[in-house]
């Protein structure tokens, strides 16, 4: 299954909500004073494990599934909740936009075998709220997990601004797990974040 979609000229106007600033998820002098207790409770509520994978890579085990994210990507535990976690690379916790990958779980009233209603039903939102504007890009496209379950992906770019957003679908039975990278910056270390979970997700049981 490869399949690509062009829609142009499209409006960038929702996916701004998953960029990972302070002024999303409290003010950065709230936390800065998180102690370190706190941080593990929050780590604790949001994995159920993390184990260290060959190559450096980590496997993050939550209650719906379990994926991998690159060496140096660790969670933003200020920005994260047990709903939602958003990895950043490390260091970068203090930028004010920096490019970030988004993990949640959510439902629909798709099974598994309606994938492709489910596809149309994305693109068919997001034409709906990207309509009426130049200069973006929306390109989706169809593939599979590492373990065989349909993902897809749509990618916006803005050409104004010079962000891109990519959201990953990882389908399952009524429910599906979206991995929602943000770039910034246009550089390469995101993409592969977001990549590598997409590709390495696998359902819990």
Not at 103 to 127: C, T, W
Request: aromatic share 8%.
């Amino acid at each position: 299954m490869k399949r690509t979609t062009r829609l142009l000229p499209i409006l960038l106007c929702l996916l701004a909500l998953t960029s990972c600033t302070p002024s999303a998820a409290g003010s950065s002098s709230g936390t800065s004073s998180q102690s370190s207790s706190t941080a593990s409770s929050i780590t604790d509520a949001l994995f159920r494990s993390v184990t260290e994978e060959p190559g450096g890579t980590a496997r993050y085990e939550a209650d719906f599934g379990a994926y991998s994210l690159p060496a140096g990507w660790v969670p933003a535990q200020e920005h994260s909740t047990p709903d939602q976690v958003f990895f950043v690379a490390q260091g970068a916790q203090d930028q004010p936009r920096p490019d970030n990958v988004a993990i949640r779980m959510g439902r629909n009233p798709y099974a598994k075998e309606e994938h492709e209603q489910f596809r149309d039903a994305i693109l068919q939102q997001l034409g709906a709220q990207l309509q009426g504007s130049a200069g973006v890009t929306l390109l989706g496209d169809g593939t599979y997990t590492d373990n065989g379950d349909v993902l897809y992906k749509f990618t916006v770019q803005e050409e104004d601004t010079g962000i891109t957003t990519t959201q990953y679908y990882v389908v399952g039975d009524h429910c599906y797990c979206l991995i929602h990278e943000t770039n910034f910056t246009g550089g390469s270390g995101a993409d592969e974040a977001a990549a590598t979970a997409a590709r390495t997700f696998v359902w819990g049981e």
